[in-house]
C-alpha cells in the first residue's frame, strides 16, 4: 500500500455550473440562456432533454449544500447564470437573481465551505446571442459590466473567482456546431474565441479596479494534452501538435504570453480564418492573475491512421484500461499538464485543479440502495496519486474539486451521463451519495488515502 498524504490547507472541493444544477430556468424573472434556446432543438441533445429543471437546486440548495456539507466538502465551486442577474443581457439588474445568490452564498459559509465562483460557464443570454452574441466586440462590454455588478456585491464573501470556464466551449458552439448557439464557422469560432479572452481580460481589470484586495482572481482552462500515438511518425506527431495548439495553447499563449503562437497564427492564415483583433487587445488579455484553474480529465491520442488509432484503443480497452465512457484512463495526465504549465509557461502562480471527473451510464441504486461505482473510485485515486506526486515535487497546487457533487445536466448528452459523487433521480429529485462520494468524504477527514499497488 502506497500513503497518499495531503497537507492541512489543501482544499477538496466539488464543482457544478449554473445551467447544469440550477434549473429554476424562468424562476424569479431569469431569461433563457443560449443552452435553453439550443436544447430545443430538435436531435441535438442526446436523450432530448433541457436544462429547464436538472436537479433544481434553484429549490434545493440548501439541502444540497447540507449533503455536501456531511461529506466533509471544504469548498464549493459554482457560476453564476448571466441571465438570472440581467435577463436583459446587460442594463437592468434581477434584484431577484441577486437574492438567490446571495442566499447561496450565506448557505455556504454558514456551512465552512469556502465559495469559489466563476462568472461564465457557457450559459450566455439567449438575448445576447441575438445581438450577435460572442462575436460581436461590444461583449466585453456586456460581460464587464456584469462582472463588476458581482465583484461589488460579493467580493467581500467570495475569495477565488474565475472569469471564464474552459474557453473552448465558446470555440465548440461557434465553430463546430456541437454546443450552443450551435455556429458552424472556423472563422466564428476564432472571432468569439478572441473576443472570449478580451471578456477574461476586461474582467480581471475590473476585479483590480473594484479593489477587491481580499479576493483572488483567475481562469480556467482545460488540458488535455494531445500525444501521438506512434512517437516517431512525424504525420502522428504533426496531428498532435496542431490540436496541442489549437486547444489549450490557443487561451494560455494569450494570457501568459500575450500573443498567439506563430503557428496558430499560420494556421489561421491557411485556413481564412483569422479572427479581427485590435491594438492593444493582448494587454488587455495579458494580465497577472492571481491563480490557474485546471481543468484536467485525461489525454488523447492521435494516429494519422484511423485503423491503427481504433486497434490501439480496443486493446487499451480489452486491458481494462478503459473508463465507462470509453475514454482511457490515464491519470498521469493531471501530472503531465502542471509540468507543461511550468516549462512551458514558467507558471509560478498556485494552481487549482478545478474539474476532474468521470461519466457512467445507466447508474442506478442497486437493491442494497447503493452505487458502487468502483470505476469513479479508481479514477478519482488515480488522478490524486499525481496530483500528490506533483505536490512532492515542489509545485504549488492549493485544490482539487470533482466535477460533481450531484448528478446533473450534461449539455449534449442530456441526463445520460452522470458524473455525479451523489445520485440523483430526475423525476423525484432524490439523491443518494455513491460509493465514490463515501470514499470522497474520507479521503477529505483522512487528507489522504492507501493506494493499493497494482
Ligand atoms: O460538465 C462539464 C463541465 O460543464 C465542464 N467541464 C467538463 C464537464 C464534464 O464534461
Known amino acids: ?7 492541512k490547507d489543501f482544499l477538496f472541493g466539488v464543482a457544478t455550473s449554473a445551467a447544469q444544477i440550477e434549473g429554476g430556468a424562468f424562476a424569479d424573472g431569469r431569461s433563457a440562456s443560449i443552452w435553453d434556446a439550443f436544447a430545443k432543438k430538435p436531435g441535438v441533445i442526446g436523450d432530448g432533454t433541457t436544462p429547464e429543471v436538472s436537479c433544481d437546486f434553484y429549490h434545493n440548495y440548501k439541502e444540497d449544500i447540507a449533503l455536501a456539507k456531511r461529506l466533509g466538502i471544504e469548498s464549493f465551486r459554482f457560476s453564476f447564470s448571466w441571465s438570472r442577474i440581467f435577463p436583459e443581457g446587460c442594463g437592468k439588474v434581477n434584484e431577484k437573481g441577486l437574492d438567490f445568490y446571495k442566499r447561496v452564498v450565506e448557505e455556504l459559509l454558514k456551512n465552512d465551505m469556502v465559495p469559489n465562483a466563476t462568472l461564465y460557464h457557457w450559459d450566455l443570454p439567449q438575448v445576447l446571442e441575438e445581438k450577435g452574441g460572442w462575436l460581436n466586440r461590444d461583449i466585453v462590454k456586456w460581460y464587464g459590466e456584469y462582472a463588476s455588478v458581482l465583484f461589488r456585491e460579493f467580493g467581500d464573501r467570495i475569495p477565488l473567482w474565475a472569469t471564464i470556464n474552459e474557453p473552448i466551449a465558446t470555440y465548440v458552439g461557434y465553430a463546430q456546431g456541437i454546443f450552443a448557439p450551435g455556429h458552424s464557422s472556423e472563422l466564428m469560432g476564432r472571432q468569439a474565441n478572441h473576443h472570449v479572452l478580451l471578456a477574461h481580460g476586461e474582467g480581471v481589470r475590473r476585479f483590480r479596479e473594484e479593489n477587491m484586495k481580499d479576493g483572488k482572481i483567475g481562469i480556467v482552462v482545460d ?15 504533426a496531428l498532435a501538435e496542431l490540436e496541442n495548439e489549437k486547444t489549450y495553447r490557443s487561451y494560455l499563449h494569450p494570457v501568459f504570453k500575450g500573443g498567439y503562437t506563430s503557428a496558430l497564427l499560420n494556421y489561421m492564415e491557411a485556413n481564412h480564418c483569422m479572427p479581427d483583433m485590435q491594438e492593444g487587445d493582448f494587454e488587455l488579455i495579458r494580465q497577472p492573475l492571481d491563480f490557474f484553474g485546471l481543468n484536467c480529465y485525461n489525454r488523447v491520442v492521435d494516429c494519422a491512421d484511423d485503423t491503427l488509432l481504433e486497434a490501439d484503443r480496443k486493446k487499451k480497452r480489452t486491458g ?5 465512457n470509453g475514454a482511457e484512463f490515464y491519470p498521469r495526465a493531471v501530472y503531465d499538464a502542471i509540468h507543461m504549465l511550468k516549462e512551458d509557461y514558467e507558471l509560478s502562480i498556485p494552481i487549482y485543479v478545478t474539474e476532474n471527473g468521470t461519466p457512467s451510464y445507466n447508474e442506478t441504486p442497486g437493491a442494497d440502495g447503493c452505487v458502487h461505482d468502483s470505476n469513479r473510485i479508481q479514477y478519482i ?3 490524486l496519486y499525481w496530483i500528490a506526486k506533483a ?4 509545485n504549488d497546487i492549493r485544490g482539487y ?3 460533481s457533487l450531484l448528478d446533473n445536466w450534461e449539455w449534449n448528452s442530456g441526463f445520460y451521463s452522470r458524473y455525479g459523487l451523489t445520485h440523483v433521480d430526475f423525476e423525484t429529485q432524490e439523491r443518494t451519495v455513491k460509493d465514490s462520494g463515501k470514499l470522497y468524504s474520507q479521503v477529505i477527514k483522512d487528507k489522504g488515502f492507501e493506494l493499493p499497488e497494482d
Request: glycine share 8%; aromatic share 16%.
Open 1 to 7: 500500500m502506497k500513503q497518499i498524504r495531503f497537507k
Open 381 to 383: 485515486r488515480g488522478f
Open 401 to 403: 474539486y470533482v466535477w
Open 391 to 394: 505536490l512532492e515535487e515542489g
Open 320 to 324: 481494462g484500461n478503459f473508463q465507462d
Open 223 to 237: 488540458v488535455w494534452k494531445h500525444h501521438p500515438l506512434r512517437p516517431e511518425n512525424e504525420a502522428d506527431c
